[in-house]
């Protein structure tokens, strides 16, 4: 359980955009290597069964393998979904637009401008000379207008306007971080105190208020000069890299101290290397959880995910599990297991899993591995937990135990996940009869009375999975005539799903839900309508259940709602304002008008259950949220915020009307 995330945060974590497809790329290799080492051949009970079927079957199968193998992409997508978070750029336009904290009036007469010195001075000449003098009123002597102005100081706080060559350096973090570094400008020391010692580090108000709710709720009670912070809730180890990554949006391990009181550059490994284990990705998640740094929670969530492996998986899944941990980080543990099952199955780790989670796992279409396979994983799982609770309590089931009884004890062990299983394609005949004599499955499957072809029946209580090895055994058995017959499976796929729509009235591909009513802002369920409407549009060749059902999640991933609103998307209008205890923390989150607020942020709890649920997806589904639009300077809210670009914010507005 010692991972080295630095060599993940080397890697590219800031660009968060790939880590979908780096992910997939990593499973597809790992299963082609798993293929091409392997001393057994997985294909081969499926190519033999193959040679007595009639072409139509083998066409059938494919069909159905082809289906799947669109709605994996879309499966995926949905598994890596999450609310787009928001930059070092978008909290400096928010903190201009609301202004928060502000200890400046830029005087351009009829207009007013307040702003931040810190800022205006690391990032312009001009304004570090204009702004020696302390008074909280200063005129402006540009000979320029109040919209250009404006546009100026969006510039200075974001890097990005229309007339960048205009004004100031710039590298907005490089400016931020020698704020940092230097201590220029600041009004506010920030100081950790433990057993081992204490570290004082001058910061600046602006800076803090713009990326942290929470920073900004504390600042807004606080008048000292001096902020003493609890470290049982941030760590003095954590000090220097948490801040560096609220100046720069950079997460960089070797500021992370050690246990001992030493930082990562002190206490390299003899080799030379930072070792940084996934204890370090718990914490500073929770971290950021807590001060509201979704930006940062999000780069923890993608370096505890490039770090999974078989050796550190369990461990993964049990924080993720916890109230404080990663519903994304064990999504993607989920698929690790599902795309590297075969290997996951004969790792020590295996029989540490849970039985709930065990079940989650094989009900996916998307397993990577053979019916007979994890059927043979169930009976072995159960064994190894019958043995160990033999050994915790030998007088509860000791050897004396009827063997009827006994079976009985293994059947009801294994009943959740026998129901997950799909026995119709269990190709190993011998495994199915062991378990039916065992108590396990009550009847053979149909196809061992009537010797019937479950593979190519045209209608199906369950589908096949999608084992890639069977689906290229189909493949090669098409032969010449496979081009001919992938032309009619694509064919086949444009059309509506009506062959395995009964699979959803068993449960199959369905979160787990609360079955509590939420109560959802108008606003924000018509934004996921359309970006639903939108996804829907893209894959309209192929609207099946399935895939209506990964797109819906996909959407309340993106909008930071939980799973069990995806079965509201489907009803007009949304569901009746019922609130619960549970969730009323994340409702009231999720609500774009708190959102819009510039007091409902400091106001609200520091429960870090919740992300940004909103952010980024409101441009994608073409809502407005009030007016965009140039600060003026006359005492308005310019409602720029973040989840709009500063190009869509400053527009082509024209000079106000008493100019």
Not at 3 to 32: M, P
Not at 558 to 584: C, I, Y
Request: hydrophobic share 35%.
């Amino acid at each position: 359980m010692g991972a080295n995330l630095s060599e993940s945060a080397n890697r590219g974590v800031d660009d968060t955009s790939g880590s979908y497809t780096s992910f997939l790329t990593f499973c597809r290799k790992r299963r082609w290597w798993r293929r091409r080492n392997s001393t057994v051949d997985p294909g081969k009970p499926l190519r033999d069964l193959m040679t007595s079927w009639p072409l139509t079957d083998v066409m059938q199968l494919a069909s159905t393998y082809s289906t799947l193998t669109y709605e994996k992409d879309l499966y995926m997508t949905a598994e890596s979904s999450r609310p787009t978070p928001p930059t070092l750029q978008s909290d400096l336009a928010d903190l201009l637009d609301f202004k928060y904290n502000s200890d400046v009036n830029l005087l351009l007469p009829p207009a007013s401008f307040p702003a931040h010195r810190c800022i205006l001075m690391s990032r312009s000449k001009y304004f570090r000379q204009l702004l020696q003098n302390c008074s909280p009123n200063i005129q402006v002597d540009l000979n320029i207008d109040i919209p250009r102005l404006s546009r100026m100081l969006r510039y200075l706080y974001t890097g990005e306007n229309e007339d960048r060559h205009s004004y100031g350096e710039v590298r907005l973090d490089h400016d931020l971080s020698c704020l940092l570094n230097t201590g220029k400008y600041s009004d506010l020391n920030l100081v950790w105190s433990d057993d081992c010692g204490e570290i004082t580090v001058p910061v600046h108000k602006a800076v803090l208020s713009a990326r942290s709710p929470i920073f900004r709720n504390m600042l807004a009670r606080h008048t000292t000069p001096v902020l003493q912070l609890d470290t049982g809730v941030i760590p003095r180890r954590y000090a220097r890299a948490l801040l560096h990554y609220i100046y720069t949006d950079r997460l960089d391990f070797s500021l992370i101290g050690g246990k001992t009181g030493l930082n990562q550059a002190e206490s390299l490994t003899l080799n030379g290397s930072i070792e940084v284990g996934i204890e370090e990705g718990f914490e500073l998640y929770q971290i950021a959880r807590f001060l509201e740094l979704d930006s940062l929670s999000h780069k923890c969530e993608d370096l505890l995910v490039d770090s999974i492996s078989l050796d550190n998986v369990i461990a993964l899944i049990k924080w993720s599990k916890e109230s404080h941990g990663s519903k994304y980080v064990y999504r993607n543990c989920i698929v690790y297991l599902r795309e590297d099952y075969i290997n996951f199955c004969v790792s020590t780790g295996f029989y540490e899993l849970d039985r709930y989670t065990f079940c989650e796992l094989i009900s996916s279409d998307f397993v990577q591995a053979s019916e007979s396979d994890i059927l043979q994983s169930v009976v072995r799982w159960g064994e190894e937990q019958f043995k160990r609770a033999d050994a915790r309590e030998p007088n509860l089931l000791s050897s004396s135990t009827p063997r009827d009884q006994r079976s009985r004890h293994m059947a009801e062990l294994l009943h959740p996940l026998m129901k997950q299983m799909r026995t119709e394609y269990v190709i190993n005949n011998d495994l199915l009869l062991s378990c039916v004599r065992r108590g396990m499955l009550s009847l053979p499957p149909s196809h061992m009375l009537n010797e019937e072809n479950p593979w190519g029946r045209t209608i199906n209580t369950y589908r096949p999975r999608l084992y890639s090895i069977f689906y290229d055994e189909t493949k090669a058995l098409l032969g010449a005539e496979g081009a001919v017959c992938l032309s009619r499976i694509k064919g086949l796929a444009g059309m509506p799903d009506t062959l395995y729509m009964m699979a959803g009235s068993h449960g199959r591909n369905r979160e787990p839900h609360d079955g509590v009513d939420l109560a959802i802002d108008p606003d924000l369920f018509s934004a996921m309508l359309h970006r639903e409407k939108k996804l829907k549009s893209q894959h309209s060749r192929l609207l099946n259940q399935h895939v209506l059902t990964y797109i819906r999640l996909r959407v309340v991933r993106e909008f930071g709602m939980p799973d069990s609103v995806a079965q509201h998307l489907n009803r007009h209008p949304p569901p009746p304002p019922v609130l619960s205890n549970t969730n009323r923390q994340s409702v009231a989150s999720a609500s774009t008008q708190q959102r819009d607020s510039p007091t409902s942020l400091s106001q609200r709890m520091p429960d870090v259950a919740i992300g940004a649920e909103d952010r980024g997806s409101f441009e994608d589904a073409g809502i407005q949220l009030g007016i965009v639009g140039l600060d003026l300077g006359d005492g308005e809210i310019s409602r720029g915020g973040r989840n709009f670009s500063p190009t869509m914010r400053i527009g082509t507005y024209g000079p106000p009307s008493f100019l």
